[in-house]
């Protein structure tokens, strides 16, 4: 049993490492501790919690922390060490299931790696890296200001300085600190807890959603999936229109811009094929009121700028309503 556990302490001291790594947590200059005590062991709140071998039931004290890495051996060495230390720990080896882990279980902090390979980058379709990942964080209504933490073992200066563009909250080089990565968690999440949200929907209704970006039509399909919701994807007018010709849509998500192709022309097809059908315009472009009111007037139901996915889900569903 002994010989087990030294084992354990030499493989997590092997993945995680002991040195001073480069960490610049995004902290005003007089919270900042140029003196932290790489000797002293690592200090986590909540440490009243069940055995580390498993994260906290729901229901339980200990903050969420959700950790996306597509290495195996980090993601078991950093979960044994927080969840030891009374968080709740959730792990994802890649995008797809990161967001989906977000969307379920609401974390309140998440430590990012930034690069993976091909072979685990494509969840869902979607070519993810740490930044795809970053940007659909900020559009989600669970994680729009949830902390991120970068664990990385790329060690370019612009890439740091993207990182913090990007607006993470500290940066940390592999293998990682464990005393300083501790300290910066518990610095950043405290003892608050992020409101759930929640919004109900028209079970059962068909949406057919026109996008031709992969990660948009990926991360609108969960949501509105999730709301109870049957969704058709499609990535441009063709496509479209093939789908209204085996099943007819309730309505239509449609996006402005489809590489070039007008999304204007192409409401104006699926209308002649189907006049009485809603149709929600969204856009990531800017329009002024009188722009937006032609579009109304062509035979759109609704405009919307693409903000965040709880704004989508709330302008499908007012759609539904009216």
Request: charged share 25%; glycine share 8%.
């Amino acid at each position: 049993m002994q010989a087990d556990s030294k084992l354990a302490r030499n493989v997590l001291q092997l993945c995680l490492g002991k040195q001073h790594n480069y960490l610049t947590p995004r902290l005003a200059p007089t919270e900042m501790n140029t003196s932290i005590p790489f000797s002293k062991p690592i200090s986590f709140p909540n440490p009243k919690q069940p055995s580390a071998a498993t994260s906290v039931p729901a229901g339980g004290t200990g903050k969420k922390i959700l950790i996306v890495d597509d290495s195996v051996v980090i993601l078991k060495a950093l979960s044994v060490k927080l969840r030891g230390q009374g968080y709740q720990v959730f792990t994802a080896v890649e995008g797809s299931e990161a967001v989906s882990t977000v969307r379920r279980e609401r974390p309140d902090l998440i430590l990012l790696d930034i690069n993976f390979p091909p072979d685990v980058a494509h969840g869902g379709g979607v070519a993810w890296d740490g930044f795809l990942i970053m940007s659909w964080l900020r559009r989600m209504d669970e994680a729009v200001n949830t902390p991120v933490l970068i664990i990385t073992g790329n060690a370019r200066e612009e890439l740091r300085e993207r990182c913090f563009k990007a607006g993470v909250s500290g940066y940390f080089q592999k293998p990682i600190n464990i005393e300083e990565l501790g300290a910066t968690i518990t610095k950043l999440i405290g003892d608050k807890k992020g409101d759930a949200a929640g919004a109900g929907s028209e079970k059962g209704k068909v949406v057919l959603l026109i996008d031709d970006e992969q990660d948009w039509r990926f991360m609108a399909s969960l949501y509105l999936k999730d709301a109870g919701l049957q969704v058709l994807a499609a990535a441009d007018g063709a496509e479209a229109l093939e789908k209204i010709r085996t099943t007819r849509p309730d309505l239509v998500l449609l996006d402005l811009n489809l590489a070039g192709e007008s999304g204007l022309e192409v409401m104006k097809v699926l209308k002649e094929h189907q006049p009485n059908l809603r149709i929600v315009l969204y856009t990531g472009l800017n329009h002024d009121p009188e722009a937006v009111q032609n579009m109304i007037r062509l035979g759109a139901h609704q405009y919307v700028r693409k903000t965040t996915m709880g704004e989508m889900l709330k302008a499908v569903q007012n759609a539904f309503a009216a």
